[in-house]
């Protein structure tokens, strides 16, 4: 982890011959880096519908769906579209405008359609509907279980099983929605038993939460839009979850106990559909624990693990069973300080004693396990399994933490490599967990797809393969590297980009691009190591962009992660400091024109080191920021700066309208006005600050738009944001 | 009126000494120029509380109130804040801090004391209080009339009379308060006849009126408090007018018919307090009429006057009776092109006929009628009557329409002019009408005030002179002249200040200060012409300051004023463009670095000029803009802009959404995010049209600041927006 990596990238020069090099802009806009990634699309498109059926694969070529044996390479065509639609013009059922990516089943010649308010399987062999399942559904995303062929979604605020609503809640209540704001990776509310007869939801009374009064502007006269919003230390909403029987129309509720202040997370079903486990979680995000609940009554059947953090645990992963053994699942913990894999034996109790972890916390384990993976990396995610071979597919930070790798491990915890090339891999397994399609980047590989064995990897297909994905523009060099933190010890990467026909001999103007909160990274082994469309940008305008992945981002471990506890920002921006010195001290950087950039977290970022470090910047454009903890929501900030009433001394040190004063350069504040994330509130609140302590901010805003602005709108942000440091920096 | 104007002014040179010069600031700031103006306060605070009592005028001097004559100069004291807070103190009802003009009786030796929630009648000659009138009031205006001691005010949305609560209704339902957003010349709810026994007073429905969601972001979380906003051409409030005896606490309304889509204006009492006058208007605001009520049974008893325009008639004045003839009264029109006085006799009935009028419109009288000034200039205001001499003495622009200079006229008609001198008068008769404190301003004085006999104006006494208000701050020079407007034709006001320390061998970047709007005038005869501080202090960095008052604005006449119907903007940018095409011409002027700035229609004239001129102003600051006139409210938009259903053409024409596209230039939008007046929905939609058109403008807020930026925050805003043409044009 502590190697310096670092690599000269001259793109141009790699692809280029003289006659290309004529055709390359002086001077692209932002526009052209939106639509040069269209190299990569095209190259995408030519393996449409890539995915999985059984241990062939599928592609669609043109109208045609086919099969291919990646062992023999033999190809067959399943269908085309002439016959879906076909069939189901005959059903009368609409039809599909192209295909792409349709489910399949593996034990049948079946294939899902959707058209509006229609699930419709067709056999691609007798070319005929076989089951339709009707829907109330007006466009939203729906869960649909390919063995039952039940289809669960929402409409409004209320859960529809097939045609037939099963909850009638007023507005305040959302039944089978995400909830928890999407964090303990939580991302939808409704989970089919495996077997598809059950159906566990989420039900959340969000009515005693206060409302953010959000306007749109777009109506005749402006109409407020609320949106409930509980904010750090405020009434937050309840959880419950139900499980629905679609043979008896059954609901009941898990019965769990009073939900209030209580996270219910990671909801993941039995093989037998018997029972159903959560990991829930006390308000505080402290202590966890994972519960098995009897699907048919809702009682709690045992707490099979705990775990207690004197900061915080956050489990994120529901637990998985052996696909070849029923009665294990595997566990993911960071309870020794890196996320990694546990087997349970659901066979094998344990008396519950609590032990104390390796990162400091403590846990409890009712069940028999054992640890599969250890050491200071961590699993990224489970891939799959080969039930025959008994061993588990997993990415993880072994080789290095700027890369995803693919690796195995087995029962007794014996792990293979399977790549450990520097690149940033992303895997889908074949049914039987034989073959891989391997998606990933390299530093100097946009995008590249091989499909191969897993046990041979090294005799790869090649699908697809990009080098630079922007091959009209002149591109700079990138360069990584690791600096101490500003605690002396720990190594942090950077990124550093030279302009486009760099010159060391000139003293060129720099700009930091910074996210720096958890879960992120900004520095991998992906193209150009992760540099963005914008810092290339940048830099084809004359200017050093630099990015160092402070304490508290990702892939680094929890010890890395924790270090900023109950004071976001403040260790974050010391380590910047480190950044932007070194960056300082480079010869052909102006010392003097430095600037920073940063949306979201890296907006907190951008305003706290223009204040904290206002010798140091002096130019800023902080997006989507976050100004002060406080007006922030619960679940995610509460994790890491405990609440307003218990942690007020950090939120006061955090709160960056207190620093408004130390304004000295210049700073544009870019809010989405539509932002439901980091409400407008911390924006608008700063720039009353800002009048209060008689500085100068810039504001800017985007109506119709939330927490990032997207569409075509991006271009006019980018050329916003470029043209401050043009104004301002240059 | 047509006359050119111009004048050198040197005001440093003309105050200056070199001992004065060497403290003359080079750079002063904008809050410099806001505490400049304090020598005008020290200057005023010497004359404390100047106000007529019967014909002689009182002071406060210190703690004490003097009485003085101004015929003979003798001097008594009336009483002290001594006296005064013992008899306060003895009735129980709190104390003063200081006398500062307390109301007296002209025939009584009598003084009104307000303490919180008293109204106290104290004899400055026994010393004691003599009457007391309690009541619910927690801040806020009161009307307090002398003659019976009731006082009348709003708690909430409610009226209360003295202690007790006259109206009971229910949010959405204002009693008592000012109506019809303060157009045609409404201030107040609440209106005492002479004897004080009756109180007419307003009703508004505005519960049908959609809100509009403003929001506070000052809360632990941000809050909407919505404002009932009526859009032109939307469902509009609707107004009663009702009578409150205090004897018998009985309410009646005037049985005025449906008030749907109607404005009642103008409230007046007969002088036997037996009938209220209204005048009132259709939606259409081109059909004025003078109705009589029986202010006991509420039943109309005649129109006594109509009038109709094809644009508009906008009546601004109540009724005055003469005070020595109750069957006469004065009525103020516009319908020979300009406000003049007609003095109607309620006595002599005519056969109501409908007649041409100068101004296009018609007129029908019911009452005989006796124009007693005409001409093509116009009364401002009436000042008061002298009874004696059967005169009413009033403030016109006769002279020019600079200028706001005295005059009396019999009721023959027979004008007297009072003074002319270059300046703008604001006068206080004495009770007999036989002296004037004259408080006025010229161009090379910010403050003068006079006391004189209205027979010999040559023979004054002056209290205060303050000539240059900002002593230590170096002037510049400040010139008026005409140029022809657009049609050819009209004669338009300009104002030209150059930078200070000004060199004829230079080139200059250029500003245009803007207003455009009707009832505003900016160039005047005042200090500097009527130039604001802000100019002075571009001035003072280096800018040629440029204004001229286009058609439309104020003090011109109906036919001015009316060349902007049903296309605001559209003309006056026109005008615009010959001001700003003088400015390029002049051999000082850098005519490829010139700008503009205007607030609330000024702002919207500074984005139009922008847009529509684009190749002529480089840069802008639009505050507080109108920028949709489909946005503003019915009362004053749909006077000039009828509805976007009858004028769509004319609301598309004017809308600055359709020409954002146009945006070449820098401009800077500034909105106060509570604007009641001119909703942000204005600079927010305007900001999206940009976005969409992929042009750059920029933004700034003021959170917590209405249609202004009051109090210290405007030294930020100036500041602001200074920054920004220092920052682009210079």
């Not at 034996?345 to 972890?357: G, I, L, N």
């Not at 940008?537 to 992945?549: E, P």
């Not at 805003?701 to 927490?707: A, I, K, M, N, V």
Request: aromatic letters at 10%; a neutral charge.
């Amino acid at each position: 982890m502590n190697k310096l990596v670092k690599c000269a990238l001259a793109l141009v020069m790699a692809l280029g011959t003289t006659n290309m090099m004529a055709q390359v802009k002086k001077m692209p806009t932002y526009a052209d880096f939106m639509s040069g990634s269209s190299r990569t699309s095209q190259a995408m498109a030519s393996i449409n519908g890539l995915q999985w059926w059984g241990d062939l694969y599928l592609l669609v070529d043109g109208n045609k769906l086919t099969a291919t044996n990646p062992k023999t390479g033999k190809v067959d065509t399943l269908t085309t579209l002439e016959e879906v639609n076909n069939a189901l013009k005959a059903a009368g059922v609409g039809e599909l405008r192209q295909l792409s990516g349709q489910a399949l089943w593996s034990d049948k010649p079946w294939m899902l359609l959707v058209t509006p308010g229609n699930y419709v399987v067709y056999d691609w062999q007798t070319k005929q509907v076989v089951r339709q399942t009707k829907t109330q559904q007006r466009g939203g995303r729906a869960d649909y279980n390919k063995e039952s062929g039940h289809v669960a979604y929402s409409v409004g605020n209320n859960l529809y099983v097939n045609d037939k609503a099963i909850s009638n809640e007023p507005e305040g209540i959302l039944v089978g929605q995400s909830v928890h704001r999407n964090e303990f990776g939580i991302n939808k509310g409704t989970f089919w038993s495996p077997k598809g007869n059950l159906l566990a939801y989420y039900r959340m009374d969000e009515s005693m939460v206060t409302q953010y009064p959000l306007v749109n502007i777009d109506t005749r006269i402006a109409e407020e839009t609320p949106v409930r919003y509980p904010m750090a230390g405020m009434t937050s909403h309840k959880v419950w979850v139900g499980v629905y029987n679609v043979a008896t129309g059954k609901n009941i509720f898990l019965d769990a106990g009073d939900p209030t202040d209580r996270y219910f997370t990671n909801i993941s079903w039995a093989p037998d559909e018997k029972s159903i486990y959560l990991i829930e979680l006390n308000r505080d995000q402290n202590h966890a624990k994972l519960c098995q609940y009897d699907a048919e009554s809702g009682k709690l059947m045992g707490v099979l693990y705990e775990e207690t953090h004197p900061k915080y645990v956050e489990p994120e992963n529901p637990i998985v069973f052996l696909p070849w053994d029923a009665t294990k699942f595997i566990y993911q913990t960071e309870r020794d300080g890196f996320n990694h894999l546990y087997l349970m034996d659901t066979k094998v109790s344990v008396y519950p004693e609590k032990h104390s972890a390796a990162a400091g916390g403590t846990y409890t384990e009712s069940l028999k396990t054992t640890q599969l993976t250890k050491g200071d990396w961590l699993v990224q995610s489970i891939v799959g399994f080969n039930a025959k071979a008994k061993e588990i597919i997993y990415l993880s930070t072994q080789e290095s933490p700027l890369q995803s790798n693919l690796y195995k491990v087995n029962m007794k915890g014996q792990v293979t490599t399977i790549n450990n090339d520097e690149a940033v891999h992303s895997v889908q397994l074949s049914a039987s967990g034989t073959y891989v399609i391997d998606r990933y980047a390299t530093p100097t590989q946009s995008r590249v797809v091989d499909i191969y064995e897993v046990a041979k990897p090294a005799k790869k297909k090649n699908m697809v393969t990009v080098g630079n994905n922007y091959e009209n523009i002149a591109m700079p060099t990138v360069e990584i590297g690791t600096l101490k933190a500003a605690d002396g010890v720990t190594d942090l990467y950077y990124r550093l980009i030279k302009p486009v026909d760099f010159d060391a001999s000139k003293k060129y103007p720099a700009v930091v691009y910074v996210y720096g909160g958890p879960h992120a990274q900004n520095i991998s082994a992906s193209i150009r190591y992760g540099a963005r469309a914008w810092e290339l940008y940048m830099a084809s305008k004359g200017y050093v962009m630099f990015c160092i992945d402070n304490r508290g981002s990702e892939n680094r471990g929890l010890v890395f992660e924790q270090a900023t506890f109950r004071h976001l920002g403040v260790e974050e921006t010391k380590d910047q400091r480190v950044g932007v010195e070194f960056l300082q001290s480079l010869p052909y950087v102006d010392k003097d024109r430095v600037g920073v950039h940063g949306w979201s977290f890296g907006g907190h970022m951008t305003t706290s080191m223009m204040l904290r470090l206002n010798d140091i910047f002096k130019v800023g454009v902080a997006g989507g920021p976050v100004i002060d903890w406080q007006w922030y929501e619960v679940m995610y900030g509460e994790r890491y700066m405990d609440t307003p009433q218990t942690n007020p001394e950090g939120y006061a040190e955090t709160n960056l309208r207190s620093l408004a004063g130390n304004l000295k350069g210049h700073l544009l504040m870019v809010h989405g006005y539509q932002d439901e994330t980091c409400v407008p509130q911390h924006t608008l609140g700063f720039i009353k600050a800002c009048v209060d302590a008689n500085v100068q901010p810039d504001l800017f805003l985007y109506p119709g738009h939330q927490h990032g602005v997207s569409g075509k709108d991006a271009i006019h942000l980018y050329e916003k944001i470029t043209q401050y440091f043009e104004d301002h920096l240059k």
